[in-house]
């Protein structure tokens, strides 16, 4: 069994992986000091704005992953009416 | 009581609550953990995207979050971010754990963890140390949507009375629909709040400033207040160590409602079209705290901070704008009480009990339905009535320890090499170290509890698990079917042509 850690192999996936880091890393710190000032935009202070942001970069960022990386078919093909009754259930038996 | 209004709206909010989730039962049995459980997995998209966004928005949007922009201004926003990237994990771990469901016949969050660890006790663990957050979470829940209950009638209602009004609304339908009922009541919410938050934000703003959007109110702040609109704050304790810990720590809690919301879906895609908008849901929050900002000038001198959204509805508006607002807070309180007695009577059962005695699946079933009586009767209710002044305490260490299941979460979504002692141990430690920095020493150099938990858990997790034995090879190629289907099974065809893929 290979156990190493399951990580982006194509470019795409790499690539998608690094944007989502991206959206994570500017809602902490040291990036969330470029908007840590007393100014209003759109008549928003900056941190809430930053906020509203960042709910629109997850939002994009995701909506972008899902046109360049289709589910596989492993997960969307999951027959819920066909689940594995046996290895599942096993452990408490 | 001078104005009878506000209470009949709210009081009409429960019964249209209880209405639609006696109904959403249909036609189906719920006498298996399937349909009781998660609903069938037959929630679509729309569905799910007001679920998952009311589940997560309780009554500490409608009362906290503006008592913390009130008290403290800007550093409340730190909710909005982390909610936000709960729908980044909701987008990758959501699908899988449907699939899950779907290819292995999971329903709760400990069997997994149990099927993939080979370890019935690690899942047991998992059931009932999750559930302490859980739990807490339900009584907090609880509270709040007794104190609205009394509040919107003036004292007519009382306190201890209304506990039992909201605990038996809910037992009703929960128990007759189960998660289908948690379903319909959650997007009914989940759509009232959105309708409710902005509609009593924008009055607010336009009467502090005759405006229909916040700018005036921040540009009085601004003049005002400004040590408001900048971390850390009006009383200088968000630090931005605190900021960015908090916000790791939240985002990596997977709570099992989360878990059965994911399993209710009809299809991954449902979960990840829904979880991809999840984030737009979140603008609720905005308007409301905004009414905490506006409470700055209206209502300086308060006793209680998460009082300022309901004394200025008291205040200053309409009756037909209390009882709005009492009517979402109320939807608030109980869209988030609901899901963790279900989820927490369901593991239990499932996770616990079930193991114990060997039960059937068809029994199991049955009991997790009417084990939510005891829950309520024994202790949400209860300890309700109590009004703990240690719950929060209780809360935070309970969500604090629920980060650090992480450990168990990375083996079953990216790391195949972690063995149950590696997680057992990270857990122990973890959660000894939440404690401490919760309790004892609290938050140590402004950083989070859980994350310094999650500092001592990782490494710890990591180092034990490398020196012990892992799953079997035909458990982890049932998971990695799921996770990464693509990925060469051996070490060395994995060396040749790494094809494996996180996010896809």
């Given at each position: 069994m290979n156990h190493r850690l399951i990580r982006p192999a194509t470019r795409r996936g790499k690539a998608l992986l690094a944007l989502f880091l991206l959206v994570i890393l500017a809602g902490l710190w040291p990036a969330v000091l470029l908007a840590n000032h007393a100014v209003l935009i759109l008549g928003l202070p900056a941190l809430a704005a930053w906020s509203c942001l960042i709910i629109l970069a997850s939002t994009g960022v995701m909506l972008l992953a899902n046109r360049l990386l289709p589910l596989p078919t492993s997960i969307t093909q999951a027959d819920p009416t066909k689940a594995a009754s046996g290895p599942g259930e096993r452990v408490d038996e | 009581m001078s104005e009878p209004i506000p209470l009949l709206m709210t009081l009409a909010y429960v019964a249209v609550a209880l209405w639609l989730g006696v109904r959403a039962r249909g036609s189906h049995r719920m006498d298996s953990l399937e349909q009781w459980g998660v609903a069938g997995r037959s929630m679509g998209p729309v569905v799910m995207y007001l679920l998952m966004g009311a589940g997560s928005i309780s009554a500490y949007t409608f009362m906290g979050a503006p008592g913390w922009a009130w008290s403290k201004g800007v550093p409340v926003f730190y909710v909005v971010i982390y909610l936000s990237y709960l729908a980044l994990i909701a987008w990758y771990c959501g699908p899988r754990v449907w699939a899950f469901g779907a290819r292995l016949g999971h329903v709760t969050q400990a069997q997994a963890v149990a099927d993939r660890f080979e370890s019935p006790l690690l899942g047991a663990l998992t059931s009932l140390v999750m559930s302490i957050g859980a739990m807490a979470y339900a009584v907090l829940q609880t509270i709040g949507a007794a104190y609205i209950l009394e509040v919107m009638s003036g004292g007519?209602?009382?306190?201890?009375?209304?506990?039992?009004?909201?605990?038996?609304?809910?037992?009703?339908?929960?128990?007759?629909?189960?998660?289908?009922?948690?379903?319909?009541?959650?997007?009914?919410?989940?759509?009232?709040?959105?309708?409710?938050?902005?509609?009593?934000?924008?009055?607010?703003?336009?009467?502090?400033?005759?405006?229909?959007?916040?700018?005036?109110?921040?540009?009085?702040?601004?003049?005002?207040?400004?040590?408001?609109?900048?971390?850390?704050?009006?009383?200088?304790?968000?630090?931005?160590?605190?900021?960015?810990?908090?916000?790791?720590?939240?985002?990596?809690?997977?709570?099992?409602?989360?878990?059965?919301?994911?399993?209710?879906?009809?299809?991954?895609?449902?979960?990840?079209?829904?979880?991809?908008?999840?984030?737009?849901?979140?603008?609720?929050?905005?308007?409301?705290?905004?009414?905490?900002?506006?409470?700055?000038?209206?209502?300086?001198?308060?006793?209680?901070?998460?009082?300022?959204?309901?004394?200025?509805?008291?205040?200053?508006?309409?009756?037909?704008?209390?009882?709005?607002?009492?009517?979402?807070?109320?939807?608030?309180?109980?869209?988030?009480?609901?899901?963790?007695?279900?989820?927490?009577?369901?593991?239990?059962?499932?996770?616990?009990?079930?193991?114990?005695?060997?039960?059937?699946?068809?029994?199991?079933?049955?009991?997790?339905?009417?084990?939510?009586?005891?829950?309520?009767?024994?202790?949400?209710?209860?300890?309700?009535?109590?009004?703990?002044?240690?719950?929060?305490?209780?809360?935070?260490?309970?969500?604090?320890?629920?980060?650090?299941?992480?450990?168990?979460?990375?083996?079953?979504?990216?790391?195949?090499?972690?063995?149950?002692?590696?997680?057992?141990?990270?857990?122990?430690?973890?959660?000894?170290?939440?404690?401490?920095?919760?309790?004892?020493?609290?938050?140590?150099?402004?950083?989070?509890?859980?994350?310094?938990?999650?500092?001592?858990?990782?490494?710890?997790?990591?180092?034990?698990?490398?020196?012990?034995?892992?799953?079997?090879?035909?458990?982890?190629?049932?998971?990695?079917?799921?996770?990464?289907?693509?990925?060469?099974?051996?070490?060395?065809?994995?060396?040749?042509?790494?094809?494996?893929?996180?996010?896809?």
């Open positions: - | 007519l209602l009382p306190f201890t009375l209304n506990i039992w009004l909201v605990l038996g609304t809910i037992a009703i339908y929960l128990f007759i629909s189960g998660q289908r009922a948690i379903g319909v009541t959650n997007a009914f919410q989940g759509g009232l709040m959105l309708i409710v938050a902005w509609t009593i934000g924008l009055w607010a703003a336009h009467r502090l400033t005759g405006d229909w959007w916040f700018g005036g109110v921040f540009e009085r702040l601004r003049d005002t207040h400004i040590d408001f609109l900048t971390l850390p704050g009006g009383l200088g304790d968000m630090s931005f160590a605190f900021w960015t810990s908090s916000i790791i720590v939240s985002m990596f809690s997977f709570q099992q409602p989360v878990w059965l919301q994911w399993m209710s879906a009809d299809s991954a895609q449902s979960i990840r079209r829904s979880a991809s908008w999840l984030p737009t849901y979140y603008f609720v929050i905005l308007p409301m705290v905004v009414v905490g900002f506006i409470g700055i000038f209206s209502l300086p001198d308060l006793e209680r901070a998460d009082t300022v959204a309901l004394q200025l509805a008291f205040q200053q508006m309409p009756p037909i704008l209390v009882g709005l607002l009492g009517a979402g807070t109320l939807a608030a309180a109980m869209s988030s009480s609901e899901p963790y007695i279900h989820g927490t009577a369901l593991t239990w059962t499932r996770d616990v009990i079930r193991p114990l005695f060997k039960l059937s699946e068809r029994r199991t079933g049955q009991l997790a339905r009417y084990l939510i009586f005891p829950i309520m009767l024994l202790i949400v209710g209860p300890v309700a009535m109590l009004n703990p002044g240690n719950l929060i305490m209780i809360l935070l260490v309970g969500l604090g320890f629920a980060a650090q299941m992480l450990p168990a979460f990375i083996g079953l979504f990216v790391w195949p090499r972690a063995t149950r002692t590696g997680v057992l141990c990270g857990l122990s430690a973890g959660f000894i170290v939440t404690a401490l920095f919760t309790v004892v020493w609290p938050n140590p150099l402004g950083v989070h509890a859980g994350a310094w938990g999650l500092i001592v858990n990782l490494p710890l997790f990591v180092a034990v698990s490398r020196v012990t034995r892992p799953a079997s090879d035909a458990t982890l190629a049932r998971f990695m079917a799921i996770v990464a289907p693509r990925r060469p099974t051996s070490r060395s065809a994995g060396e040749r042509e790494p094809t494996s893929s996180t996010i896809t």
